[in-house]
């Protein structure tokens, strides 16, 4: 019998998440933490067999394992490819080079196109700690990078990851800046445009803080997790897909940084605009439409940030090679009235189907961003994609497509229904003057959307809704009682998340 290496740990399976965190568990008395001098926080190289991870070493004190036996977290499990008795190799990782750049930046350095470069290249293979992840999304917070960094930024994230190109053009793409409850176009925007011809291989973001992303939603009515070859399939034959950007690899290190910006809720308005504008260049779009809502309870909250980020898009999209096209939308209150994977979802396909009922306002708004999308065709003059864009609706044409872009990525589905309702009623007859987005989403959070998919709130009563005592202003969603009840006492926690004034 072979003697097992000094620096190995036989794997025990534990099932233990830590998102997209590569983390090693290690007993306290482990003989590779004595040897090595690894303790809680090590970077270490962990390989098994031809692959390797950087990962995070975190100590058992107690005799979860036994000698010689250790544990990866989920996403390292699945990176290596491991299985529950494997023998994984430590060692130490190699010094970071590029965290020199790092420390220039924090004390006003600008980063170049190589510096830059160097920084993303470590960060998507996994060499930055959060602790350095951290530190790099605080030093480019606010309105630290400037239009060179972000140029940098965005084709250094390119520049990593897959890249697709298409033999014809223009291809074209569309993307919302965010903070609307509900503001699910994108599925209809896809429809009306592959139906009319055009190129638009939309990749989507699952939810991270939200109580659906636009793939969580597509998800309920097909699937979404679609490698590149795949996706190219879907495209070459329907014209468009809506599929998760987590499966294709596309500017990587975007994943990344999002997973540790969101919960220091630091806002960088360089980090966004070169998220969303490489996705669009790794993806091959050549004309972009942004969808930048604007409210006290939006993302962008006044129209003089919203005038500095569209400036910036443009600026940037030129830069990378993209014709930037930004409108300035109501922020004001939810898109549409389901907010939650499974109930926006049922929004899009009335909206597809041209049901009698379906939301308006979803409706306008996705035949508004289509409509200019259709526009970057040399077949639809200026001022007629709108009119375009609601033929494709009323002749069912958009709908048809989008059954075909389903059966394409692998079948069309039915979204769920939840087991357990509840209605939030005006207290006093009123008319509604604000609406709170964030604590909307929170409730809908609550209830246990996105993982619950059928969960969340349907919304009932928009800006300028008069309503009597007792008339409903949103139902609850809940696939469990427990959840229900969260979202419950939440609400009658919180009496402004709609606010009634006097009737006129």
Known sequence: MTAPQLNSLALRYL??????HHVVFMRSDCHIGRSEGFSAQSRVEVRLGERSIIATVNVVHNHLF?????SLSESAWHALGAKPGDEILL??????????????KVYGKPLDDLAMLEIVRDITAGRYSDLHLSAFITACAGNHLDVAETVALTRAMVAVGERMHWANAPVVDKHCVGGLPGNRTTPIIVAIVAANGLIIPKTSSRAITSPAGTADTMEMLAPVDLDLVTMRRVVEKEGGCVVWGGSARLSPADDVLIRVERPLELDSEGQLIASVLSKKVAAGSTHIVVD???GPTAKVRSGEAAAFLRSRFE??????????RVIVTDGNQPVGRGIGPALEARDVLAVLKGEPGAPAD?????????GLLLEFSQSVPRGMGLQQAELSLEDGSAWRKFQAICEAQGGMRSPPR?????WICAERAGRVIAIDNRRLARVAKLAGAP???????EFLAPLETVVKQGQPLFVLHAEAHGELHYALDYVNSQPDVVTLGETQ
Do not use: F
């Open 15 to 20: 099932g233990i998440d830590t998102y997209q």
């Open 66 to 70: 036994a000698q010689g036996e250790g």
């Open 91 to 104: 060692s130490h990782a190699a010094p970071v080079e590029s965290l020199s750049h790092l420390r220039g």
């Open 292 to 294: 930048m809502p604007v």
């Open 315 to 324: 600026e940037v999209g030129r830069a990378v090679g993209l014709s930037v």
């Open 362 to 370: 979803l409706r306008e708004r996705a035949l508004l961003i289509a």
């Open 418 to 422: 939840a087991a357990h309702t509840d």
């Open 451 to 457: 993982k619950a998919p059928a969960a969340g709130v």
